[in-house]
């Protein structure tokens, strides 16, 4: 499902404004390095439980 997210924002930037892309770029970053967080997190989580 996350994975999904940049891939429609990257396509809904096309008709936005310069000003919601740039935010639009800042949102895809956020969630992109939140989704890589949480994988890391549950990783460990998951090397631990092991």
């Known amino acids: 499902?996350?994975?999904?997210?940049p891939l429609e924002s990257a396509s809904?930037?096309?008709?936005?404004?310069?000003?919601?892309r740039a935010k639009l770029?800042?949102?895809v970053v956020k969630v992109i390095c939140g989704a890589?967080?949480?994988?890391?997190?549950l990783?460990?989580?998951g090397i631990v439980a092991t």
């Open 1 to 5: 499902m996350t994975a999904e997210l």
């Open 12 to 20: 809904s930037v096309q008709w936005k404004p310069n000003r919601d």
């Open 25 to 27: 770029v800042q949102t």
């Open 36 to 41: 890589f967080a949480a994988v890391s997190i």
């Open 43 to 45: 990783t460990t989580f």
